[in-house]
């Protein structure tokens, strides 16, 4: 999704979008930028929206571009010819692919405005390549502007950092994820579980919609409740179930990681900080969980279960763990309940 | 949109166009040929980037019944254009989204591109453009691109340098190596201008001129460069960048001078070439004139034999006796250039660069670097 304004862009990186608009509007911007930090904090839509911005012929007192022109339309749509976004899934960055850009801001542009170019993962540039764009840069071209995209800044050549302005995109507000998600009309309970999850506003996107995410989060529901009412062991319940979650590492992280905030959430209950659970639609069954446990026994479960996250990746029988896991879990449930019940 | 013209007058149209048809650019909308329809004529407009035609189809043939605007396919349509029967044909915009085209017994629809992503191009012109003989635009063309650099690690020596200064217009390529440059009078007084072309979208230039008019419009301004032939308008980019000056490395004073048979020299030439260790295309000969007043050809190489080639020149040479090698490919690629049949060899010494000139030829000089041996 594009974005529109810079207003918009602000909610997701303060700083950057100040700069940035400020140096549009104070007629200062560099001819090289170096937009770092990690996936999924709005680093490509922001070297669209600035590409937008110096194309579009009919921006507003505050810089935004009207969205509408034919310079505007063409820039969404990535084909506008002033434009030129080298993207390499993973691979290397070939020094044709710089040459190639290096004859075409030798001559004069095709249309009349500025020309920028958006160069993504540029931590894949090697030796070649990074010296063939470095010569480019030491003598800019008149109205040609970069943009390199990057996670690893320290990849880079220190002439180049050293030429560019740098601009740290930092991990995206948890709450403005899961207003956006709220916004597209995914569950309340959806956004905020996978907002707590990544701070990848891309991945998270792509994790609402995978119908795996909603059935861990369900399961996570449904065996809190199982635990409540105790008909049907949760180690029973997750087993019926585990196949699909277990199949995919992905998942399992996922699964478990919902499994702790859940968990945490009966502790911030018990602790009263209710405004930061995070299953708030299921308030009441944290509450009643609440009271069938002590705050001794949650963070020792605690410990467990990330115990067991950082396992994960190594090559264990996760099957097993989980049961172990899960069997803890009710244990703890029954000892806070037998102990609350021999008291009265 | 819909219309309809002379199948012939349509094709002949799309033979120009294309040439300015990109198959090999990223950006699919430079692959379409958009065509702008109004009640008196249909525009065609292509572009690779560097360089756009402009083409306007006002033929009597012609008759719109609607206009619109569109951009389609550009290598499909000239295909079904070509092989087409009838000689009338009929196209009209279906769902806003296919072209259809009526020729004969066939029906022919098309997928369009979207209009919208075509470039803004421009093609502005001037009011007092500078009007030149289309033969002679033919010829600079023939005698300046060839020089140009192959490689772009210098990109502005990939292009051909015109500079307009009062009533002379110079056309200057060089790839260091060699340099050809060719001046022409042009009849007034027109505002000083130092642009570079690419050699290439010269060369295709040349290919269009074939049409035989007599004159050709050029309009000239700091971002491009605009050829006005007839209802063509043919567009080049110009080349970024300051064109090396080159006024300086043309001798003026020549202590040797020898006059030749142009072709006798070149096949002399092309024989004491076969036989070089290097590769043909940098194979270096030497020549050597003479106290006899005979120029001797030769090349040697350890490993295959040696030339010698005897060539008389046809006056007496002034000067004294010298030896030079140089690069036979470059020789030869520039003694072709001239259309006199005598040229004079100019020198000004073993390791200083030449010149060649020939009577027929006026305003035509090629320089060339020699080579230093031993």
Known sequence: ?344 | MNFSLSTNVLLNSLLISQKALSNKTPAPYLQGIKMEVTPKEVILITSNSDISIKLSIKDDSLVVESSGEILVPGKFFVDIIRKLEGDRIELSVVDNNSLRMVAGDSDISLNLLNVDDFPELDFPLNDEPIKIDSKIMKAIIHQTTFATSAIENRPILTGVNIRVEGEKLTAIATDSFRLSQKMIEIPKNMESMNVVIPGRSLDELGRILEMNLDEILIHLNHKSILFEYGNILFQSRLLDGNFPETSRLIPTEFPIIIKFNKERLASSIDRASLLSSKESSSSIVKLNLRNDNIVEITSNSPELGKVTEKVYPLEKAIGMPIKIAFSSKYFNDALKTFNSEEVYVKFTGEIRPFVIEGDLDPGVIQLILPVRTE
Request: net charge neutral; with cysteine.
């Open chain 1, 1 to 344: 999704m594009a974005l529109l304004s810079w207003n918009q862009f602000t909610f997701y990186q303060p700083s950057v979008g100040r700069m940035l608009q400020n140096s549009i509007q104070t007629n200062r911007l560099s001819h090289s930028y170096i937009f770092e930090g990690p996936i999924g904090t709005k680093r490509i839509d922001a070297a669209f929206l600035l590409a937008k911005t110096l194309l579009c012929t009919q921006k507003d007192d505050h810089a935004n571009p009207c969205g509408v022109c034919h310079h505007c339309t063409r820039v969404d749509k990535n084909v506008h010819p002033n434009l030129f976004f080298v993207q390499n899934d993973n691979k290397e960055i070939r020094k044709e692919q710089i040459k190639e850009l290096l004859v075409e801001f030798g001559k004069a542009s095709i249309e009349t405005g500025p020309r920028i170019y958006i160069i993504d993962q540029a931590e894949r540039f090697n030796q070649y390549s990074a010296n063939i764009l470095l010569k480019t840069m030491e003598e800019p071209g008149v109205d040609i502007f970069q943009i390199l995209i990057t996670t690893q800044i320290n990849s880079l050549l220190k002439t180049i950092i050293s030429r560019s302005q740098i601009l740290h995109f930092r991990p995206i507000d948890k709450c403005q994820i899961k207003s956006d998600l709220e916004k597209e009309g995914f569950s309340p309970l959806l956004s905020s579980a996978v907002s707590e999850y990544t701070t990848n506003i891309d991945m998270a996107r792509e994790m609402v919609e995978n119908p795996l995410i909603v059935d861990s989060v369900q399961l996570v529901i449904e065996m809190a409740r199982s635990l409540q009412i105790k008909e049907k062991s949760i180690v029973l319940h997750f087993k019926e179930k585990r196949s699909a979650i277990l199949g995919d590492m992905a998942i399992t992280d996922f699964f478990l990681t919902m499994l702790t905030l859940f968990l945490k959430d009966i502790l911030n209950y018990k602790v009263r900080y209710l405004d930061l659970l995070v299953f708030t639609t299921e308030t009441e069954l944290i509450g009643k969980l609440s009271e069938a446990i002590s705050q001794k026994r949650i963070e020792e479960l605690l410990d467990k279960m990330l115990g067991l996250k950082s396992r994960l990746k190594y090559n264990i029988n996760v099957a097993l763990a989980f049961d172990k896991l899960l069997a803890y879990l009710e244990r703890g449930f029954d000892h806070g309940i037998s102990s609350s019940s021999s008291s009265i």
